[in-house]
């Protein structure tokens, strides 16, 4: 099972922002730290956290860290 605030955490590191300003609407390409190392980075963490991989794609479709979080939830029910 993916825990939200453990992967808004890790996010907030990949981005290099305050937890604080992180929220579930928050749109992540609007972070200045939003680049290609930063999707990598969010590909790696779903991967670690579901054991599934993730597509440039996919990860650009989900926009928001809710986005984020619902593709993981996703691959995990995928996995089961």
């Known amino acids: 099972m993916v825990e939200f605030?453990?992967?808004?955490?890790?996010?907030?590191?990949i981005l290099s922002v305050p937890l604080s300003e992180?929220?579930?609407d928050t749109v992540l390409a609007a972070s200045k730290d939003w680049d290609?190392?930063?999707?990598?980075?969010?590909?790696?963490?779903?991967f670690e956290k579901t054991g599934s991989s993730v597509t440039y794609e996919e990860i650009s479709s989900a926009v928001t860290?809710?986005?984020i979080f619902d593709l993981a939830t996703c691959k995990v029910?995928?996995?089961a």
Do not use: Y
């Open 5 to 13: 605030e453990n992967m808004r955490a890790s996010i907030a590191d």
């Open 22 to 24: 992180l929220h579930g």
């Open 36 to 46: 290609s190392l930063a999707i990598v980075g969010i590909v790696a963490l779903i």
């Open 65 to 67: 860290l809710q986005g």
């Open 77 to 79: 029910k995928i996995r």
